[in-house]
């Protein structure tokens, strides 16, 4: 009678184990099953609890072959309870970070787990030595069904409590959430909220999944050596199973659905080369005095005629000579003073002055520094004419040799043809050009994306022939420096598959292209993806609005700390850094280069599955800030469901597999 118990207890627990398999979701999770589930099997077979039953051995043996190959295909390490929290580097913040009821809950729930693995490896270490004294090992087995409050069961019924109090909004899941709404710096995590609530989501599944079947298994044990029936407490573990995870999931369907999936990077520690990236002399100050500005050498104007002009030549070799010409076009001219102290910058900068100080006081940049240059005096002239030829300031857009300020038109895209989605995403520049750049995974069954990798951008000169403006790329100028800040998603059942930046009027327009995926089987739909824009234009009933900078100076200098000020459906215009603080000599805002690429609790190996991007800005007054991108993670709400337990596993007939809740 037992062995047939036996029989279709693990024909269902291994039924399960196929059905974890292709389960990629939380690849770990599923290998654990099958090295756990594998090894119940291999201790029963090895020990011949009863020999009589030929069938037992030949059908076990046969399927933990299969089930060992295949977990040794998956991964090479067996997945350890503790370790979904230890290794959680998101939950370890969180856990630091957490004070009051969030704090306590978190404790609490991180005993649990840690009681329940601790049960699991006495449990093993029982039935790996059970030959000497199978006796411990029934009594162990009666001990872990008991009702005992450090029992599996009670443990089981306290996690519930956590996640699923009598008052929802103090459930586990609400109060990381509400304390992860109110904390700034959530982007430290590098994950999104949801996909934190997710993890933890995941790691009470398993930990579920795996007092469930110590417990049967329990059940089982006590019956196959006489200690009684036990139909009854089976049918209740089971049905106790089923409504925890049922009210779990409830619960963690409802605090996915409101948990924010944006991600994005923080200010570093540190400001370098690999953190930022700047556009380089858009709109520069530059010192030029009038009589260079016609082509007639005459001074019978004013600076503030000059609106729009170019150099025309360098009159007596006077202050002219001394600095290199704005090769391009000289903008928007005014006169501050007629004398002046220039503090020019080193030649390698891609400044040209460190500062200039006015006989009438006024300092434009930062002139507490000494002047390593040396400093040049600087006086406008009167002529016999007595017209003042005046030194006007004014900003130059210099020539495209000069100056770097283009943006790549270029599509960064995942390889769809082979199944790949993009992970993450980043801007770089490569030589004077700004790109984006995607990271890439293979998209497997369930959300599961095996891993990522950077997909290498074909960096272009863009003075070579054959590369055209508007076409592979954009240059900014004096009338066509705006950025579009859009937040972009796609529609449900779309997954990430690829960014690019288009030209929409004057506007550098960020797009995103979706792709449409089956969740069960993981695969994508090529021929279906759309490109995805905000296409709102400045001739619409609502145009977009415009971030203002106040008197941005150079963003690296640390005045205040940078929040995300930008909404989605506005623009930024590129432009010079503030007179007074820095002379104009620096474009602003300064690119974030830094690559979003969240973290991944479950499977180091394992990458995010994404399903929107958008471009922001991060600033603050009187500084220029930062463009960055930001990404957003796949909601995997709708995918959470609580699977029925099976319903009678003694009954042969059953077919009823056990299926998990893992999603
Ligand atoms: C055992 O495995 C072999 C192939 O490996 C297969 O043909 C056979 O049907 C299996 N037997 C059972 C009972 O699953
Ligand atoms: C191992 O994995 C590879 C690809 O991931 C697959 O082609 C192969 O069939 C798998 N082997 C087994 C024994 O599952
Ligand atoms: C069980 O017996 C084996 C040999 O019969 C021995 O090597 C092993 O240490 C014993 N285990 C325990 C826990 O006594
Ligand atoms: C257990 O007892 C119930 C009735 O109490 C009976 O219907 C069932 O067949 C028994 N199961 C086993 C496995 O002995
Ligand atoms: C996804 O694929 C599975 C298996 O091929 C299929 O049964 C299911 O209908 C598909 N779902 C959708 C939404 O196409």
Redesign the pocket.
């Known amino acids: 009678m037992g062995h047939v118990a036996v029989i279709v207890f693990l024909s269902q627990c291994l039924t399960s184990v196929q059905v974890l398999t292709a389960v990629r979701m939380p690849a770990r999770i599923s290998a654990f099953l099958i090295i756990y589930l594998g090894a119940l099997v291999t201790n029963i077979s090895a020990s011949g609890i009863d020999d009589s039953e030929e069938s037992l051995s030949y059908f076990v043996n046969n399927k933990t072959k299969t089930v060992l190959k295949r977990y040794k295909n998956v991964t090479k390490d067996s997945i350890n309870l503790e370790d979904l929290i230890v290794k959680n580097s998101a939950l370890g913040m969180l856990m630091n970070k957490a004070e009051g009821l969030l704090q306590m809950r978190l404790l609490l729930w991180a005993d649990v787990i840690g009681n329940i693995a601790l049960i699991e490896n006495q449990f093993s270490w029982y039935l790996e030595?059970r030959?000497?004294?199978s006796n411990m090992l029934v009594e162990y087995a009666a001990w872990l069904v008991s009702h005992d409050h450090g029992a599996v069961a009670a443990l089981l019924e306290e996690m519930k409590r956590l996640v699923s109090p009598l008052f929802k909004k103090q459930g586990l899941f609400n109060l990381a959430l509400d304390f992860l709404e109110e904390d700034s710096d959530v982007c430290v995590l590098q994950m999104s909220p949801h996909q934190l609530i997710y993890d933890m989501y995941n790691t009470i599944a398993l930990t579920e999944i795996k007092g469930y079947a110590m417990m049967q298994f329990s059940w089982m044990l006590l019956r196959i050596y006489g200690r009684g029936n036990f139909t009854q407490e089976a049918s209740l573990t089971r049905q106790r199973y089923a409504e925890r995870t049922g009210q779990t999931a409830t619960a963690a369907r409802a605090a996915l659905s409101r948990a924010n999936r944006k991600l994005y990077r923080c200010d570093p520690q540190e400001y370098t080369k690999d953190t930022y990236a700047e556009v380089t002399r858009l709109l520069q100050g530059y010192v030029e005095n009038e009589v260079d500005m016609n082509s007639d050498g005459t001074c019978k104007e004013n600076c503030a005629f000059y609106t729009l002009a170019e150099r025309h030549d360098c009159y007596k070799e006077q202050f002219c000579a001394k600095q290199a010409a704005c090769n391009g076009r000289i903008i928007d001219c005014q006169y501050i003073d007629s004398d002046m102290w220039v503090c020019p910058a080193s030649p390698k900068s891609q400044r040209r002055y460190e500062w200039i100080q006015y006989e009438n006081g006024r300092t434009l940049g930062k002139a507490d520094s000494s002047c390593r240059q040396g400093t040049t005096k600087v006086d406008s002239w009167w002529r016999w004419t007595l017209t003042h030829c005046s030194y006007c300031f004014c900003l130059c857009e210099d020539s495209e040799i000069e100056s770097e300020r283009f943006f790549s038109l270029r599509e960064a895209l995942a390889d769809i043809d082979n199944n790949k989605v993009v992970t993450g995403m980043r801007l770089v520049k490569l030589g004077k050009v700004f790109h984006l750049q995607v990271y890439e995974g293979a998209l497997a069954e369930r959300g599961f994306v095996e891993s990522s990798t950077e997909v290498a951008v074909k960096a272009f000169d863009p003075m070579h022939v054959g590369v055209t403006q508007g076409v592979d790329y954009h240059t900014l100028t004096y009338e066509r420096r705006a950025i579009d800040l859009d937040e972009l998603d796609a529609p449900a059942g779309h997954v990430l598959t690829g960014a690019r930046f288009r030209m929409i009027g004057a506007h550098l327009h960020f797009e995103i292209r979706a792709t449409p995926f089956n969740y069960t089987t993981g695969r994508l739909a090529p021929e279906k993806s759309q490109w995805i824009s905000n296409d709102n234009t400045e001739g619409s009933h609502m145009p977009r609005t415009r971030v203002k900078l106040y008197k941005p100076d150079i963003p690296t200098r640390k005045q205040t700390t940078l929040h995300i000020n930008s909404q989605h459906d506005q623009y930024i215009e590129f432009t010079h850094s503030d007179f007074d603080a820095d002379a104009a000599q620096s474009t602003v805002p300064f690119i974030d280069i830094q690559p979003v690429v969240p973290t991944k609790a479950l499977n180091t190996k394992g990458a995010s599955l994404l399903s929107g991007a958008g471009i922001y800005h991060r600033g603050g007054r009187g500084s220029g800030g930062f463009l960055g991108v930001k990404i957003l993670t796949y909601d995997y709400s709708k995918h959470v469901k609580a699977e029925p337990p099976p319903s009678e596993f003694v009954d042969e007939a059953e077919t009823t597999e056990f299926v998990p809740i893992i999603n």
């Open positions: 030595n030959q000497n004294d």
